[in-house]
């Protein structure tokens, strides 16, 4: 079998050829769509489908119905869906998801992986009786390369599960739309949350097929334990290498610009937004608004008041309150950064540093104090770090604060404290350049 899955990997990725942008380079090939590869894989097998609204195929059909189609053909049962943040069909909001119900369109049970059940039980780790009609799982759903971005931890959390009950996987491997794009500091451990598990730099360059590949092959199952990492390498708990099967895609290189021809999640809604959000992003741990609640999600900031940006203001759905986002029913004045050259995005804490100056100059205080930290919706229009501990879970590090307040002290500018910070983190980065190449599908 061991020797099976590298013959897959090597049929898929040695077709690899350079290309331009997706829409215009017929021959990339997604995962999906090498059925003359998997179909034989999953002869007599008992399959699961871990999907949402992203699983598409290059002519829009969705996996389900794809894989339906495919079942007499190639001798297998789709018999289970699973669905993660944001739901099946991609409409709930950050933090939300389906609950377990039967698709009305194929007449299959879904299975939420996300949320706690009417008993309080996190639903991350599918059960053993989730299971027991299952085999084997695909995992198909489109990452942006983020490590805060959900799906990988998703995608952790069932391989822990198909581990445990004796389940194989195999992953329908996508575009990263982040490119070759790896930035920021590898998170740390006591930062470890429900949006980042990894030993990983913030943006890390990997496909899902690749990712999954590292948590496997660097042995980071660790037995349900979302606490810490002292389950790393212990062999009862790992995945055994010949039961994950990727299906790399043709035509593919790291460097390839890739239109994503759905959402991945409903506030990711252009290819300038995910580009942006990796940067953007961070302000979900300030009191300015990253564009949730207006038309242009993580293509614009703003915070009520003209001191800052006279002439460029939006408006805050009043709605946003309830997920707990700032200045919901403001208008709100900042950045418009809807007419950004794509080419030229990358990410950057450089947002995240220019808006610490300006509170900073303008007088504001910067960090709200922990006792107030839980209520910080209270205080959005007082303080500009409203939420320290999640920007220390979205950057992975606990010391940006104490980094920020260092080049305040030394009088650093905006570029001179950007380029200060990054120096902190890049031997650390260079070291997991390395790791990467080791799973590494694509040039």
Known sequence: MRHLLLTVLFLCSSLAISAGYASAVPGIVLGVDQEQIYGPLLKNQRVGLMVNQSSINKQGRHTIDKLLAEQDKYQFTVTTLFSVEHGIRGNADAGLGDDNHIDKHSGLPIVSLYGRDEDGRSRAHP?????????????????????????????????????????KMMVFDRPNPLGSHVYGPILEEANISGIGMHPIPMVHGLTSGEFARMITGEGWLTNFNDTNWQGFGIKEYQFPAEDLMVISMAN?????????????????????AIQLYPSLGLFEATSVNMGRGSDHPFEQLGFPTRQFYVNTCYQVDINQQKTGWPQAGKEVCG????????????????????????????????????????QYLDYQEEFFLIRPQWLAKLTGTSKLVTLLNDASERKLSVDETVQFIEA??????DSYMQLREKYKLYP
Not at 348 to 356: A, N, Q, S
Not at 424 to 429: I, R, S, Y
């Open 424 to 429: 902190q983190w890049q031997p650390e980065v």
């Open 335 to 374: 950045e418009i950064l809807t007419a950004t050259d794509i080419s030229q995005v990358k990410p950057t804490i450089r947002y995240l540093v220019d808006w610490w100056f300006k509170f900073k100059t303008a007088g504001y205080e910067m960090v709200i104090p922990a006792a107030k930290e839980a």
């Open 127 to 167: 059960t053993e009786a989730q299971l027991a009609n299952v085999d084997i799982v695909i995992y198909d759903l489109q990452d942006v390369g983020v490590r805060f971005f959900t799906y990988t931890i998703s995608l952790h959390h069932m391989l822990e599960s198909l581990q445990k009950y004796h389940k």
């Open 252 to 272: 593919y290189r790291h460097d390839t610009p890739y239109s994503l021809p759905v959402r991945p999640s409903p506030n990711l809604r252009s290819d300038l």
